[in-house]
């Protein structure tokens, strides 16, 4: 079945600690988003990437960091940067950006804890 | 000033009745794209129905009918016959030219509104 899924679907870090959250799709879809969610805030786009090696900051960046080497993946570093990393993180895909009718496509989320 | 806004944080609504989820919109494109997505407590996003800028017929898909009133900018969702299993969270969104990042095409989303079914 095609989809995408993101692992682990809870993760624990401790402060200072950078984590990578993973996000694999097997849609053959060229872009890949990270959002992040947190309570009475709807979602927010930290990073995006329309096409292999390409990505680009979203609203929210500081403090992540993204890799695009493969098509179906698109890993997202929570770095010590990030004040505030506690939230529930969704990776989305569409088919190639090219209009406004592209619907996206999630994964199940991480939820991330600063313990 | 925000682009997608849902004005109910929480509605309730009586099982086999209908309910209208609010969401109105902010853009000066003339071409965009509005969604909808259902959230349930297991997390995931679940796209339910999409509505063209230029559409002229209000979109449909099974119990779910997306009230598009473009001059008033609103995009409201009405769920028909509301079962248990529909109580989630629901988001609105708006994908737009942004041009910025290379002229992609942005997701925006509203903060949800969580319908509860009552049995």
């Known amino acids: 079945d095609g989809g995408i899924t993101q692992s682990p679907k809870y993760l624990f870090r401790k402060e200072g600690q950078n984590v990578t959250l993973s996000c694999e799709q097997n849609l053959n879809h060229d872009a890949m988003y990270w959002y992040r969610q947190d309570p009475g805030q709807g979602l927010r786009l930290i990073y995006y990437?329309?096409?292999?090696?390409?990505?680009q900051k979203g609203d929210i960046a500081e403090g992540y960091s993204v890799s695009r080497e493969k098509k179906e993946s698109f890993p997202l570093t929570v770095t010590s940067a990030q004040k505030n990393p506690t939230a529930f993180y969704l990776c989305?895909?569409?088919?190639?950006?090219?209009?406004?009718?592209?619907?996206?496509?999630f994964g199940q989320g991480t939820r991330l804890t600063v313990v | 000033a925000q682009k997608i806004t849902q004005t109910q944080p929480g509605m309730f609504v009586q099982e086999k009745e209908a309910v209208t989820l609010d969401c109105t919109y902010d853009t000066s494109d003339q071409s965009y794209g509005l969604f909808w997505y259902k959230q349930p407590s297991s997390g995931e996003m679940i796209f339910l129905i999409y509505?063209?800028?230029?559409?002229?017929q209000n979109a449909t898909e099974g119990r779910y009918s997306l009230n598009f009133q473009k001059a008033r900018k609103s995009a409201n969702l009405v769920i028909s016959a509301s079962q248990l299993g529909d109580s989630a969270m629901y988001f609105c969104a708006m994908r737009e030219v942004s041009y910025s990042g290379a002229g992609s095409y942005q997701l925006t989303f509203g903060k949800g509104t969580k319908l509860s079914v009552i049995p």
């Open positions: 990437s329309q096409i292999v090696n390409d990505f």
């Open positions: 989305a895909s569409s088919i190639p950006d090219r209009g406004v009718n592209t619907e996206a496509f």
């Open positions: 509505q063209g800028s230029y559409d002229e």
